[in-house]
């Protein structure tokens, strides 16, 4: 007795093989805790007390012996860890290495990579083929490696490429901007991994990130009315008082005033520009404008305003009319699917629109699974039986922060969700797990890292 509880225990454990922490032993009413003192419970000799709880398997001996991870070939090593390798920094490149751990992710864009052949195509120029190259030795390396890798081949081919990435201050290198990095890297790579044939309309890059907008541009001076069509490789979430969620910084990202001449007034006048998506890519990249430049002090200062992100993010609101045609039967199979999983009983409605669903994916636009349009689908020959279609409802999967006051300064930082589910934090050659809840309070409003870049995956449903 002048033992603690949890000796007690262990001595039960020998005797009936239930462990200490599956016990349950009721004293006095209440359960005997580990840690409790024997005299204030008024345990007296030859009571009975009752313990439950469930006994441990018998162990067998293992048939073969133990193997160390760092004993395991580097390749075995990565699966075990469940996440890639880190990058070290080499002087002021947190901006490159974000970027690089977040694009990365996208396994579609690593498989295109493989594919690029190592001679270069006549039409691409030696810079851009070399920085491609770059990038898929790079991302092999991250895959294979669990140590650290120094992305030294990859820096200095960039540096060549676009040599405001080179600018040095009192003989070290500048820290820069990861948008800036992320855009330069992201149009290279989509000149490069297009196909080269006209008769092939094949285009990885703008297939998994572009985003086409249709916008109105309307002067209300004089009446004039025009619509563009664009495409894009991310939405702007503008910060502003009113702003405190993502939803409304898309929003005022998808309105703007441009000033241009007009035919009619024979003078320049102010036009609104009201965008919409018309079509949507399988990873949706969302900027957020934290950086202007400010004329006192010569240099991008930064707007800290907490700004929150949701893990899912559903973009129907911002869609055209024609797209939303387009993703009512996806969507309509997504709930079912949910409402399947959830023990519910389909949309009766469902049932009725088998029909539409077929001459949905005949005529299906951009919602196919490539992000597409109609027009590629139908030039590769028909659609499959079962093809992937875009919901307009997308999943975070990485988020790039900034921690500091100016874009030229600070600390950039990857938050990557692996394969497996669970979140690193990739900061430099140290990657770091992390509870999916952190990642959303990466908001800002504070000096915290705070969100810059987010990249969504696309929800898609077989129809």
């Avoid at 992305?151 to 070290?172: A, C, D, I, S």
């Avoid at 609104?272 to 006192?296: G, H």
């Avoid at 949910?338 to 009766?348: F, I, R």
Wanted: overall charge negative.
């Amino acid at each position: 007795m002048s033992q603690p509880p949890y000796v007690f225990k262990c001595q039960l454990y020998d005797l009936t093989g239930v462990p200490p922490e599956r016990q349950k032993i009721m004293v006095k009413g209440g359960l005997l805790k580990d840690d409790a003192d024997w005299a204030t419970l008024g345990v007296k000799e030859g009571q009975k007390l009752m313990m439950m709880g469930t006994a441990d398997e018998i162990v067998k001996a293992p048939e073969k012996g133990p193997v160390f991870m760092e004993d395991l070939p580097e390749e075995e090593q990565v699966v075990a860890v469940g996440h890639s390798a880190g990058l070290f920094n080499l002087g002021n490149t947190c901006y490159m290495n974000s970027t690089i751990q977040c694009l990365h992710s996208v396994p579609e864009l690593k498989s295109a990579l493989v594919k690029y052949p190592s001679e270069r195509r006549s039409d691409l120029d030696q810079t851009s083929h070399m920085l491609t190259a770059a990038t898929r030795e790079l991302f092999n390396e991250l895959d294979k490696s669990v140590k650290p890798v120094a992305p030294m081949q990859f820096w200095m081919v960039l540096r060549k490429k676009y040599p405001q990435f080179g600018q040095l201050h009192n003989g070290t290198f500048m820290q820069q901007d990861a948008e800036e990095c992320w855009t330069q890297l992201l149009y290279t790579l989509s000149q490069s991994l297009r196909s080269p044939s006209p008769s092939e309309s094949l285009d990885t890059v703008k297939a998994l990130f572009g985003i086409e907008l249709v916008s109105r541009i309307h002067c209300q001076e004089s009446g004039e009315e025009s619509s563009e069509t664009e495409s894009v490789y991310s939405l702007k979430c503008h910060i502003s008082q009113e702003v405190n969620h993502l939803h409304e910084g898309l929003k005022h990202g998808l309105k703007s005033e441009l000033e241009k001449a007009s035919p009619s007034l024979g003078r320049s006048a102010i036009y609104l520009k009201e965008s919409r998506i018309n079509a949507l890519p399988r990873y949706l990249t969302v900027q957020f404008v934290r950086f202007f430049w400010k004329r006192e002090s010569n240099q991008k200062a930064k707007i800290l305003r907490k700004v929150d992100y949701p893990l899912e993010l559903d973009v129907y609101d911002f869609c055209s009319d024609d797209l939303h045609k387009k993703l009512e039967a996806p969507r309509q199979s997504l709930r079912d699917e949910e409402s399947k999983k959830l023990g519910l009983k389909a949309n009766e409605k469902s049932s009725g629109s088998k029909d539409n669903d077929v001459k949905m994916t005949d005529a299906e636009g951009s919602s196919n699974g490539s992000g597409e349009s109609s027009k590629a689908t139908s030039e590769e020959g028909g659609s499959s039986d079962r093809e992937s279609h875009l919901t307009g409802i997308y999943d975070l999967v990485a988020v790039l922060t900034h921690k500091g006051r100016s874009a030229d300064s600070g600390h950039y930082v990857a938050w990557v969700k692996q394969e497996n589910g669970k979140w690193i934090e990739f900061d430099d050659d140290n990657p770091i797990p992390q509870r999916e809840d952190d990642i959303t309070k990466l908001s800002g409003g504070g000096d915290w890292h705070m969100a810059y870049i987010c990249m969504y995956k696309a929800r898609a449903v077989p129809m």
